[in-house]
């Protein structure tokens, strides 16, 4: 999204695409699964669903749109839409657009605090869930990251940020071809070296007795992590 934000086009463009692209279909598609929640839970029978109207899940999702709060049960013991919660952060981000306008200007002000901006959430969000995924178990990490947890969904707001750098340093790339294929070769060795440290630390190290992943080593934050994607998407 950041790497093609583009600050020449109006906030209503973006709003636009927001609701038509977004919002609409997301409410149209959980309306839908609230309606079959009890089927999808095997609770009833898919025509007894179509039949009766769930109100009470009806209410539920509104109480999710309207506290975006994603992983709240639909049904008792059932939370259907844990893994849409990336909805809920990608509106915010659409409705921050005018802020992120600012700080991407072809300025020198902007630029000065575009990369304050990354600089702080690099130790904000990356330092931090490093420290997390190395020392799970360690209290003074912890307690540490407790105060600065709510600032999470600002998270992807530092992702946009960090793409919209690319597009820049893309652009000025182009007037250096020949370091291409060398960027491109490079960013493929990154990836596939944090992606086999990352596979090598789970095996080693995220492993319980039960021989069950717990996944602790798959932040999205954590150093190795933001360095694979960031080069993969390089060399996309």
């Known amino acids: 999204m950041g790497f093609f934000f583009s600050t020449s086009k109006p906030f209503n463009f973006y709003i636009s695409r927001l609701f038509y692209r977004i919002i609409i279909p997301s409410i149209i598609i959980m309306a839908i699964i609230t309606q079959l929640a009890p089927w999808i839970a095997n609770k009833t029978t898919f025509t007894q669903c ?3 109207l769930n109100t009470e899940s009806f209410i539920i999702l509104g109480k999710i749109l309207t506290s975006f709060y994603a992983a709240q049960p639909i049904l008792p013991g059932v939370s259907l839409f ?3 919660w990336f909805i809920f952060d990608m509106i915010l981000c ?3 657009f005018p802020i992120l306008k600012l700080i991407c200007a072809d300025n020198e002000a902007a630029r000065s605090a575009k990369k304050y901006i ?3 959430g690099l130790f904000l969000f990356v330092f ?3 420290l997390d995924v ?3 178990d360690n209290q003074f990490v912890t307690r540490s990251l407790l105060r600065v947890t709510p600032l999470k969904h ?3 707001l530092w992702v946009i940020l960090l793409g919209h750098q690319l597009g820049v340093y893309f652009k000025n790339l182009q007037t250096t071809r020949p370091a291409g294929p060398i960027l491109l070769s490079s960013s493929l060795l990154v990836y ?3 992606a086999s440290i990352i596979f090598w630390l789970t095996l080693n190290f995220s492993i319980n007795d039960k021989g069950i992943v717990t996944g602790r080593f798959f932040n999205r934050a954590f150093i190795l992590s933001v360095l694979s994607y960031t080069a993969l998407f390089i060399f996309l």
Do not use: H, N
Request: proline content about 8%; hydrophobic content about 40%; glycine content about 8%.
């Open 50 to 52: 179509l039949r009766t």
């Open 82 to 84: 844990g893994p849409v």
């Open 94 to 96: 659409y409705l921050t």
């Open 118 to 120: 990354l600089w702080m």
């Open 128 to 130: 931090r869930s490093s």
């Open 134 to 136: 190395c020392f799970p």
């Open 154 to 156: 600002a998270y992807w």
């Open 192 to 194: 596939i070296g944090c």
